[in-house]
């Protein structure tokens, strides 16, 4: 199998992939704005970690604990940020970021800031068995997403929401659906990264990371699967590349951001970009 170094960046790259698939479905293909993603991450870690240690569970029925109740808690949170759109929205989950890091940082019962510790772990070749499988599921549900009727509801929401009303579409029954759908597959990524590292804290989980997240779905192509998965990639192993500038991090993927936004909004490998008309073209 790989070296230790090497298994160790492509699991890592490997949980972005499910970080990034997972917020392009609700940013994507429901195109509703979320700035607090890592919230879902965390909670998903922590879920595990806690029913491992202070449960005595066994690992793999904690993994599907960790999902459902992650999916759960996002589909309640979703509820309320129905009733904001655009900028309010993106205050919204932003807001939701800091409160849940909050709580796993200043509440005793997760930890404090000492973290919890003691998670039990696997060897890395059985990682990364785990996340090609995860993976591997993972790409089926979005193909089968985007394919189904739900796909399309959820297209239409995306595209003009006043339309997808007067045509009889449930907005807000499929706004929670994608929050439900993308925060359990992030739980998914949370589960496999508290086992991972064994030791998890609050600060795994902050608003920065957030903006990774977001970053490499803006940057591969937003809305695409195949942008998700190339973005997390790039910007996954981006920190090894680049380790040197590797501080400035957050400053580097939000003025990413700007620049996509402004000068190729579909990201690289988007619909519409200029790299993936151009692939297509040769075709």
């Known amino acids: 199998m790989l070296s230790g170094y090497v298994a160790t960046v492509v699991i890592t790259i490997g949980i ?16 509703q ?4 993603h890592a919230a879902f991450f965390g909670i998903g870690a922590y879920t595990t970690a806690l029913i491992t240690t202070k449960g005595n569970l066994a690992y793999w029925p904690a993994m599907i604990l960790a999902i459902l109740i992650t999916a759960a808690i996002g589909a309640i949170l979703a509820i309320p940020c129905l009733r904001v759109q655009e900028d309010f929205l993106a205050i919204t989950t932003m807001g939701i ?16 800031a000492m973290g ?8 890395k070749d059985t990682f990364l068995v785990m996340i090609a499988v995860s993976i591997s599921l993972v790409i089926f549900l979005d193909q089968w997403l985007i394919r189904s009727w739900l796909g399309l509801a959820l297209e239409s929401v995306r595209e003009d929401e006043l339309a997808a009303s007067v045509m009889g579409v449930n907005i807000p029954r499929f706004k929670v659906i994608a929050f439900t759908i993308g925060t359990g597959i992030a739980g998914l990524a949370g589960a496999i990264y508290a086992s991972f590292m064994s030791f998890i804290s609050a600060g795994d989980f ?26 997390a990639i ?16 957050t400053l580097i993927y939000g003025l990413l951001l700007v ?25």
């Open 16 to 31: 972005y992939v499910l970080l990034s698939i997972s917020l392009n479905i609700i940013t994507g293909y429901a195109g």
């Open 33 to 36: 704005i979320s700035l607090g």
């Open 97 to 112: 970021n800091f409160v849940v890091q909050a709580i796993f940082q200043y509440v005793e019962f997760f930890g404090g």
């Open 116 to 123: 919890i510790g003691g998670i039990p772990t696997f060897s």
């Open 206 to 231: 902050g608003f920065s990371g957030s903006i990774v997240i977001l970053s490499m779905v803006v940057l591969g192509g937003i809305g695409t699967l195949r942008g998700a998965i190339i973005g």
């Open 234 to 249: 790039i910007l996954g192993a981006a920190p090894e590349l680049f380790r040197p500038i590797m501080e400035y991090r």
């Open 259 to 283: 620049f996509m936004m402004r000068f190729q909004p579909s990201g690289l490998l988007g619909k519409e970009s200029f790299l993936w008309r151009r692939l297509t073209q040769r075709k």
